[in-house]
């Protein structure tokens, strides 16, 4: 049959509506404001904009396209090749920075005669140097689903902020990604193009660090790993443990204080969410997407999620992923991989003899398929294993992604006396502005504050030179005042040319620890006992040995506070493997083999932090 060449005329009755994703709505603002043009609709050939219709609508003549609260916004009618021919019935209203939604034609009306200058990241400081002798400029921020790794409307944020100080307006234009960076380049250059109509447009060159405002910004929309939303998602069999692991995992973030945790255990949901619903494999898929959206919320508002229904397939399980992608929140998958055999053997319910014997159909395992998981970040069999050893694995596996450092509060349970009411990291982060034009605090301990962190005291001074943008101090756990350094440990710093003979020991306490910026200690036990005093200085506090290692994983030219903030974010664990040991009383054998470990890990610590 030939291709049609003009739009059919629509078929009577009410137009089927169909509320499409994200990225597809961006373009369909485009594709009315003819933002995109010379495209028009969806699907044109060798267009990248395209629109995925559900199977049941595929072949409807006129969809009624509605944003997600319903409201219709366009009809798309099969056009030419498969295209669909877009006409507009409504504009959208709401959203955040709606009002600087403006079209070509509203742009070239009000602002003509600027640089129009694409914008698809934070601006530097050095872009808006270059912007200054542009003179009045247009910024055309490109704020579409995925195209930056900002947030839409954080980009328009940082934007609006760094504005302030030119004579710039600010429009924005939702194009979305469309996959592959040069599709995203060629689609924003012909975009650029039809807004400035006869102005100049002006690319950026991608140069330096946004300025404080926009840091703060960009901040807030990119936490750490370990601040970011978060879906904590257990699968496996009935009985495999899911439940239990999944309930003391949420025990010890509710113990930590430092998370807002939500459960949605597969049973209780079934008890309230997903009421009345059957365990046919539509039903199940419904549960596990309701489940999924649930905690895609809960992500995005910084919160984590922690689910535990069985999700025996694993295409539902990839859309949970996708919508908690969507949400930015980081999705964390473990596979609860108990086999068959020890899950019926436990049979807690009674339920695997009740499906053996028929009276329960579709059974998981028995006459419903589990389908493995290839993907999980994290496979726990608990045969034969402790609540408490699953549990570790578990939370090793998410130590080491970044999302939930072993922290001592998360390792155990803490005791009433040492429960502290730290600061949260928000308020870190505002005392950190006014902090960064002083001198580095850095505080080393140790033990009795005579030997290794004396040592590293005076050392790290003589490698330092006379930086005054570095201090370091030291102070000892278990010390007693006033005493000299070990006359061992002082030897080494003599053949070094340091002197140690005014140095007097003293123990550390709180203030010393919170007027630090970064504390290393010689060994991870001197870490546990900082962090027990003070749970929220995880951030600065580590062994000199993890430190190092952070400092060896980042490029060169991270020095100074930014080291230190970087090192936060992806510190590894304080291994005691990477400890300095303990010369105290060894001899001199001892306090060489001390020295020598000092003096390797302060040479690539110090020259990074001057
Ligand atoms: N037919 C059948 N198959 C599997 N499980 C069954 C079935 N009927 C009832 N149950 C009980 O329901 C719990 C599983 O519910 P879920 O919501 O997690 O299942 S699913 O993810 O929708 O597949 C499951 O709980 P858990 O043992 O916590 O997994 C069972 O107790
Ligand atoms: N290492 C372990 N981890 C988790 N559960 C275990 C472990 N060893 C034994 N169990 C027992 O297995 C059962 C698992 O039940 P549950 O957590 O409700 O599983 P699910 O939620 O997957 O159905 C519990 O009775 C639990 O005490």
Known sequence: MPEPTAAPAPSPGPAPQHCPTPRELDDLELLVTGALAPLRGFDEPGSPVSLALPADLADADVVELVDPEGLPLARATRGPAGSRVVEPLSRSEYGPFRRLHLSPVEVRAQHAGRTVVPVS????????????????????????????????????????????????VVVAVPLASHGDAETDHRLGVQVAATYAGDDPVHGLRADGEPDARVAAIVEQDQPAPDEQGLVLFFTGLSGSGKSTLARALMDRLLEAGSRSVTSLDGDVVRRHLSAGLTFSKADRETNIRRIGWVAAEISRHGGVAVCSPIAPFDETRQQVRAMVDE??????????????????????????????????????????????????????????????????????????AGLIPRTPEVEEPRNEESRDHTPPVVEERVQRASRDQAPLNVLFVCTANICRSPYMELRARQLAGDSATVRFTSAGTHGFDQHPMDPEMATGLIAHGVDPAGFTSRPVSRQLVAAADLVLTAEAAHRTILLEDDPGGFRKIYTLGQFVEGVRRLPEDVRGRDLIEQVGRHRGNADPALDVQDPYRRGPEAAAAASAHLDELLAAAVDRLV
Do not use: M, N, W
């Open 121 to 168: 990241d934070a601006l530097t400081v050095e872009q808006a140097a270059e912007l200054r002798a542009l003179g009045p400029v247009l910024l055309l921020t490109l704020c579409g689903t995925g195209l930056s790794a900002l947030s839409p409307v954080a980009l328009v944020r940082a934007t609006l902020t760094a504005a302030e100080d030119l004579d710039a």
């Open 327 to 400: 949400a930015r929140g980081a999705f964390f998958l473990v596979h609860v991989a108990t086999p068959l055999e020890e899950c019926e053997r436990r049979d807690r319910k009674g339920l695997y003899a009740k499906a053996r014997r028929g009276e329960i159909p579709e059974f998981t395992g028995i006459s419903s398929p589990y389908e493995e998981p290839e993907d999980a970040d994290v496979r726990v069999d608990t045969t034969g294993r402790t609540i408490e050893a699953a549990l570790d694995d578990v939370l090793d596996a998410l130590d080491e």
